[in-house]
């Protein structure tokens, strides 16, 4: 039956939502999770002494960039708290945790060279200069270039995001090598390629939306400022129906919540469409007008029927018929998605084209061109790709085994790393900010890394994956660096140093400049000169650097003016229209609907591995207080949340005997880990989660290398477990 009273229970004021929202993220942990929506913080007070207000950004996370007020006295941070004017923020518990990371005394403070063969269970080190670092470099990358060609040395960057990858982009595309690539080919990135395939992402949360569907985000801990967006939408009577395999903080405010079986999230849209087109309560002008393949897609989604998709998801029928109901028939609509969970599929891209076709049933997807649309002076972008890459595309590693990621996406796919150094075709790496932990059985991406003839990386900390160097070079945090340059809404904001590096940190801009210079592309890079650099990016604004560094506060954009859309209306596919049915997907081979495949490891697909092991494990959703493999040697971070642990049903740890903070393990076909148990009714029965990225309990080493054949996405959160006792 509806759940009628979740339905109308709607008196969710900010201060009734905190309190739930922080019992439920304390759970039966006894943790007091909501530190996402902290807006102040012990060391939010007036500015007393000689204390200096400096402004930065900060860089705790890949998600946020919002502005911070740093406190510093005597050369010294003292303090931070939220930047008030700037459009980012407030601060969560990870911004206001900064300055442990800033002074932590592990930081990596010098350049250092290896003094031993990579692989030695120990790597040990010899403090040098930034100059040899840099020779050392340069040496090797061009020795690489000479003898078997520039697109042999791949270029990495991790996390932070923003300030490094156009810059190393850049050097790669410069130097010649197409093969750059990031940890977005396991993030974000096939969550665009299946809308891009599609013709076009729907709309977020606007001011005018009816209707909202969260699908698999948790803003309550990953983004504080959507959530009081999210709080606001609420308040103003907008209906949220939240689809989500975890009751999380999030969950709080919908209207409906449906709780699916990870990695089905392709057969409840389908289902949803089936509703909308059946009793015609889409958008008829917009499908009419604007769509492509609408008659197969409908003939296909009848076999979706919401008794067939309840037995696959798990979620009651007649729960599903009101969600699509309420969502359909309060237009405007609009999407909030995330970066990964619905991608983190084998059948991952195809799934998440079935949402969003299902919201473009509702008309929530803006055509191209057709309204007036607002143009403003925007950044260059520095990396210069759409010019730099179509002549070296060819020359890309992935092209083989991810065609259609090749296509539209300009960075490489990764996750075949330790094939493509068996194979010759990259033999050197220039990483920043990497973790090898990232990728599922791990060990063969660390055995890549090792078996390149020559690597260097970039990061705060000599990582795991540091250590897997040549060379290895501190990075600046944002306190501590100039640049890079910000846009936030309006405003434009370049942030300067707020305190002395530690040791040699340097900026990543800066010493990828030097680099440039060594590797005989000085001109290139503007002589090293970041200002001019600045000034170039800055250029279409009619703004100088020299101007945007006195303005502590940033600079307005010049006002955007509405004009006649510069285009023909239509979307970018090779019809003009939102593809139901890709054209670009069937010249490829593949489905061009997008039809639902179970996961090959789950209980449907795989019953006999079912049989063993019983449990779904969903990995890599976010918990507050850490960024993926991050922060853990932050003592305040590290205090809520000590243990890596596994959130596991009431119902389920009964089963096994397993009580709270029980030392568990956790074992798939792939391998075991132990972990403390938190059972929780955020996991529902069958389901467990683990966060990713600790070392002593890493779940991507048990995670088999099962990948999505369009976007390469590795299945983090659909595969098979069980868990017992320790
Ligand atoms: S969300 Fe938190 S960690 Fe991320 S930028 Fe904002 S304050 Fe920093």
């Known amino acids: 039956m509806t759940d009628k009273k979740t339905i109308q229970s709607c008196k969710v004021d900010r201060r009734t939502f905190l309190k739930a929202t922080s019992a439920l993220g304390a759970g039966a942990t006894g943790l007091n999770l909501l530190p996402a929506l902290s807006k102040t913080h012990a060391t939010d007070t007036e500015a007393t002494g000689k204390e200096e207000v400096r ?36 601060l969560c518990v990870k911004g206001h945790s900064i300055l442990l990371q800033l002074y932590h005394p592990d930081r990596l403070k010098y350049p250092m060279k290896r003094t031993n063969p990579k692989g030695s269970a120990r ?28 697109e042999k040395v791949l270029f990495y960057a991790g996390d932070p995001k923003d300030p490094v990858r156009p810059n190393l982009q850049r050097l790669a595309l410069k130097f010649g090598s197409p093969n750059y690539g990031t940890e977005s080919s396991t993030c974000h990135r ?44 609420k308040e103003r009577g907008v209906k949220i129906i939240d689809v989500d395999p975890r009751k999380a903080p999030t969950t709080r405010l919908a209207d409906i919540h449906l709780q699916l079986r990870p990695g089905t999230d392709g057969a409840l849209a389908l289902g949803m469409s089936r509703v909308i087109i059946n ?44 969600a699509a109901r309420l969502y359909a028939s309060n237009r405007p609509t609009g999407w909030i998605t995330s970066a990964s969970p619905t991608v983190h599929h084998w059948n991952g891209c195809q799934n998440h084209r079935a949402i969003s076709a299902m919201t473009a049933l509702t008309g929530a997807v803006p055509v191209p061109g057709l309204e007036l649309s607002m143009t403003a002076p925007s950044l260059r972008d520095i990396s210069e790709w759409r010019t730099l890459l179509p002549p070296l595309q060819s020359k890309r590693v992935d092209l083989k085994d991810f065609p259609v990621w090749a296509q539209f996406v300009e960075e490489i796919q990764v996750n075949r790393l330790p094939e493509y150094v068996k194979e010759g075709a990259l033999r050197a790496g220039l990483f920043v900010g990497c973790n090898y932990r990232m990728w599922p059985q791990d060990h063969l991406y660390a055995k890549a890394i090792i078996d390149m003839q020559f690597t260097a990386g970039a990061d705060f900390w000599l990582t795991p994956t540091m250590e897997l160097m040549d060379v290895v070079l501190p990075a600046a945090t944002s306190l501590e660096r100039l640049g890079p340059i910000y846009v936030a809404g309006r405003t434009v904001f370049l942030p300067q140093p707020v305190v002395s590096p530690m040791g040699e940190a340097r900026g990543d801009m800066e010493w990828m400049w030097d680099l440039a210079k060594r590797l005989g592309m000085g001109a290139e890079f503007w002589n090293g000169d970041i200002m001019a650099t600045f000034d170039w990016q800055l250029e279409p604004m009619g703004i100088k650097a020299a101007d945007l560094i006195k303005q502590p506060k940033g600079m307005t954009i010049p006002p955007a003016a509405e004009g006649k859309p510069a285009r023909k209306p239509g979307f970018n596919t090779p019809s003009g229209k939102f ?19 179970e996961p090959p490891e789950g209980p449907v697909a795989a019953p006999q591995m079912a049989e063993r092991f019983p449990l779904i494990l969903n990995t890599g959703s976010r918990e507050p207080m850490y960024t993926h493999s991050r922060h853990r040697n932050n003592p305040r971070l590290r205090e809520l949340q000590p243990h890596p642990k596994v959130d596991i049903n009431p119902k ?37 989660h683990i966060f990713h990225g600790w070392p002593q309990a890493d779940v991507n080493a048990i995670m088999a290398r099962t990948l999505d054949p369009i976007s390469g996405f590795p299945a983090f959160k659909s595969q098979l477990c069980q868990v017992t006792k320790a």
């Open 579 to 597: 593809e139901l049915k890709s054209s670009i997907l069937e010249k490829a081979g593949f489905d061009g609907l997008p039809t639902y495949r």
């Open 279 to 322: 009793e015609r309560l889409y958008d008829e002008q917009f499908v009419l007008n604007w769509t492509q393949g609408f008659e197969e897609f409908s003939d296909y989604v009848q076999q979706f029927t919401p008794e067939r998709v309840e037995q696959i998801t798990g979620v009651a029928a007649d729960k599903l018929v009101a």
């Open 652 to 688: 389920d740890a009964e089963a096994r005997g397993i009580k709270q903070g029980d030392d568990v393990a956790v074992e798939t076909p792939a391998g075991k880990i132990t972990v403390k148990a938190n059972v929780t009714n955020l996991a529902q029965p069958g389901v467990v």
């Open 190 to 233: 096939a969550t665009v390629l299946a809308t891009s395939l599609n013709g076009g992402a729907s709309r977020g949360l606007t001011p005018d939306t009816r209707a909202v569907i969260i699908w698999a985000r948790n803003p309550a801990w990953s983004m504080a400022r959507e959530m009081e967006e999210l709080i606001s939408a």
């Open 55 to 90: 402004r930065s950004i900060c860089d705790m996370c890949c998600l946020g960039r919002c502005g911070i007020e740093v406190l510093v006295k005597n050369g010294r941070a003292t303090r931070v708290r939220p930047f008030k004017d700037y459009p980012n923020g407030p």
């Open 123 to 150: 790597a040990t080190w010899q403090r040098i200069s930034w100059d040899e670092a840099l020779d050392i470099i340069a040496d090797n990358l061009t020795k690489i270039k000479h003898r078997y060609g520039p």
